[in-house]
C-alpha cells in the first residue's frame, strides 16, 4: 500500500481524496532563519487570503499610488525589528515611507528635530512605553504642532483601545497589520496638512 509516505499527498500539495491543498508557503528543513522571514513578510503583505475571491478583491491590493496623492511624513515606534520590516514593507507598497525609533524616549527626540503628521506608535516599548510618549506628546506640543498618534497593539480588548484613547492617542490599529487598517489609518490624515519641510 502506502510504502515512502508520499501517498495521501503530504508531499505532491494534494489531500487524502486528491483534493488540491491551497498551501500559502512552503519551506524545506532545515529551515533558515532568513528564508523564514521573507516568508512571512511575503504572506503578512497579502491583503486576501489564498483562494478568496469576489468583485470586491478583484480590484489591487495596494494603492501604490496613494502615497503621492496623500503625501504624509510618517514616524514609527516599534522595537521589535520584524514587525518593523513588515510594516515599512506595508507602507512601501501603498508609496510611503517612514522613519522609524525603537521606543518613546526616541519618539521625543525625533519630533524635537522635524515635524511629523502621523505616528505609528507601538503601545508597548522599552524604556518609554507608547502610552506614556503620547502623554508626553500632548504636554510638550499643541494640537496644531503634534502629530496624528495611531496606536499598534496585539492586544484588541476593549480596554486596550479604552486605555489608548485615553492616554491622547487618536486611533487604533491591532497587531499583525492588515493592509485594510493600516489605508484607514493613513486616510484619516488626509484632510490634514502634509508637511513638505522639516524643522
Known amino acids: 500500500g502506502r510504502e515512502g509516505g508520499r501517498e495521501g499527498g503530504r508531499e505532491d500539495g ?3 481524496r486528491g483534493q488540491t491543498v491551497a498551501f500559502a508557503a ?4 532545515p529551515i533558515k532563519a532568513s528564508h523564514l ?10 491583503e486576501v487570503q489564498p483562494g478568496e475571491k469576489s468583485e470586491e478583491t478583484e480590484k489591487p491590493l ?8 496623500w503625501p504624509l511624513r510618517i514616524l514609527m515606534a516599534e522595537d521589535n525589528a520584524v514587525n518593523q520590516k513588515l510594516t515599512l514593507r506595508l507602507l512601501e507598497r501603498l508609496g510611503y515611507r517612514a522613519d522609524v525609533v525603537g521606543n518613546g524616549v526616541e519618539v521625543l527626540e525625533a519630533l524635537r528635530r522635524q515635524t511629523y503628521d502621523m505616528i505609528l506608535m ?4 522599552p524604556e518609554l512605553d507608547g502610552l506614556e ?13 503634534r502629530p496624528r ?3 499598534m497593539t496585539a492586544n484588541a480588548m476593549k480596554e486596550d483601545r479604552e486605555a489608548c484613547l485615553a492616554a491622547g492617542m487618536d486611533d487604533y490599529i491591532s497587531k499583525p497589520i492588515r493592509v485594510e487598517e493600516l489605508v484607514r489609518a493613513l486616510s484619516m490624515c488626509q484632510s490634514l496638512p502634509a508637511s513638505s519641510e522639516g524643522s
Open 62 to 69: 495596494f494603492d501604490s499610488e496613494m502615497g503621492q496623492r
Open 14 to 16: 494534494q489531500g487524502a
Open 37 to 46: 522571514y521573507e516568508v512571512l513578510v511575503q504572506i503578512f503583505a497579502q
Open 149 to 151: 498618534v495611531v496606536a
Open 122 to 125: 507601538d503601545v508597548q516599548m
Open 133 to 145: 510618549a503620547t502623554r508626553r506628546i500632548h504636554q510638550e506640543w499643541d494640537v496644531d504642532r
Open 26 to 29: 512552503y519551506l524545506n528543513k
